[in-house]
């Protein structure tokens, strides 16, 4: 009987059904696109031009702004957090994407996933309706993230509390630090893709090795009697012999990403940043999935901030992306596993130290109940300067030194960059040691 009142709160959280019914209504039109094509040219205008009307009206009437500029600042610093973590992200990307060559995509066996072993036996025992729904491609990457946009202008319409930018901030912010934490496991130890072909038909990659896996991973990779001689002596005694010749342009101050992104001669003409534009979610098994990230943080965000049904329609949605990127093999089912409990952990962890509602409002209530009795006895004595006075003494008391959980949210993420650059730097050190 417990649980009744708990899924109760969850299911009737939410102050009115309008940003559920948007949310629902631009999925749906959106996916009109592989109904009916004409359908969804039509309807995608007018249903954009209704929800930005819609907002526009409601900005006269909004009236928390003060609390939205307190939270610009970490508003701005969460975006720059986040794109560096993203440009990071891109540069390990390609990284991992070259560093081994073509020839080890092309003779590198896809690993055994049993998540996809099942959905195949699912295949043969379901209705082809079901399976149809299953392989739909009913939601994507651009799909969650709007859907936070939208959940994050609907503080116009006290759909949530504010700051809207709050709320915004903690999600790019924890973001940044899943896409960090991504970025170190999947350079850590590379795993083959499960699209073997990819790597062929996307980019233009040496075909040899970068020295540095010459070195330390090739004369010992099907040998296992090297490997136990490696494991003896704990170095690299092979003799790699002469290292093939490193395609190496002008790229002036920005040279020393050569080892990390190995542009071939086709590229040559192309700027650095060219390359990243062209990673995409690379070649290789990215563990965990960035998609399924994404998608995790938005209905965390959601849940949280809104609630209600359609919370558990985004839960559900989230589910049928991870099937779908096992089914169609964008990842192992690890990757999608790993993504949902680290996205629903990363979000709870910010949360403990992000301040993300407007704690003044809150400070006032608990002085206000403080000092009931002083102020009941002013108003009996008619004393209007002393109630003044007492509501003056209120009004100060939300205007307190800071948080101490947002320092610690601060110096969470100074030692988080601080760590991030010592990554980078020791991975240079290595890559460029001849």
């Known amino acids: ?69 307190r939270s610009a600042l970490p508003f701005i610093f969460s975006l720059i957090f986040m794109l560096s973590a993203l440009l990071l992200e891109a540069i390990s990307v ?135 001689q490696v494991i003896h002596y704990d170095i690299a005694y092979a003799d790699p012999g002469d290292y093939h010749v490193e395609f190496h342009p002008n790229w002036g101050l920005m040279s020393f990403l050569i080892d990390f992104l190995r542009p071939t001669p086709p590229d040559g003409s192309s700027p650095w940043y060219h390359l990243l534009k062209k990673a995409g979610g690379g070649c290789n098994d990215l563990i965990y999935s960035g998609h399924m990230l994404v998608s995790v943080l938005t209905a965390m965000a959601w849940t949280e901030a809104y609630g209600g049904l359609s919370s558990i329609l985004i839960w559900l949605l989230v589910l049928h992306s991870a099937q779908r990127e096992i089914r169609e093999r964008n990842h192992y089912s690890v990757d999608c596993v790993l993504a949902i409990y680290m996205g629903i952990f990363l979000w709870k962890l910010i949360g403990i130290f992000w301040p993300t509602k407007d704690a003044s409002k809150k400070r006032r209530l608990i002085k206000l109940e403080r000092v009931r009795g002083r102020l009941t006895q002013a108003a009996k004595d008619s004393d209007i300067d002393r109630v003044r006075e007492i509501l003056k003494e209120v009004e100060l008391s939300s205007q307190v030194r800071q948080n101490p959980k947002s320092r610690a949210m601060w110096l969470f993420s100074g030692a988080t960059i601080f760590c991030t650059i010592t990554v980078v730097l020791l991975a240079f050190m290595l890559t460029s040691d001849g």
């Not at 009109?32 to 006269?60: D, G, K």
């Not at 073509?102 to 590198?108: I, Q, T, Y």
């Not at 295949?123 to 799909?143: D, F, S």
């Not at 973001?175 to 083959?192: C, D, E, H, K, N």
């Open 1 to 69: 009987m417990g649980l009744l009142p708990a899924w109760r709160s969850v299911v009737f959280k939410n102050r009115g059904s309008g940003l559920g019914l948007a949310a629902i209504a631009y999925v749906g039109v959106d996916y009109l696109r592989h109904l009916s094509p004409r359908w969804h040219e039509r309807l995608q205008p007018v249903l954009w031009t209704f929800l930005a009307i819609a907002a526009v009206i409601r900005v006269p009437f909004y009236k928390h702004w003060s609390s939205e500029l």
């Open 94 to 228: 390609r990284f991992v994407t070259v560093v081994l060559g073509s020839d080890w995509h092309n003779s590198a066996q896809a690993l055994p996933d049993v998540g996809q072993w099942f959905l195949l036996a699912l295949n043969e025992k379901l209705p082809q309706t079901m399976v149809n729904l299953l392989r739909a491609r009913i939601i994507g990457l651009h799909h969650y993230l709007m859907l936070f946009v939208m959940l994050g202008f609907s503080v116009l319409f006290n759909s949530i509390e504010a700051p809207g930018l709050g709320l915004g901030a903690r999600y790019m912010f924890t973001m940044g630090v899943g896409r960090l934490l991504r970025a170190l496991a999947f350079v850590s130890t590379i795993l083959p893709s499960p699209r073997p072909w990819c790597a062929s038909t996307r980019y233009h990659i040496p075909a040899h090795a970068h020295r540095w896996a010459q070195k330390y991973y090739v004369p010992y990779a099907t040998d296992s009697y090297a490997i136990r």
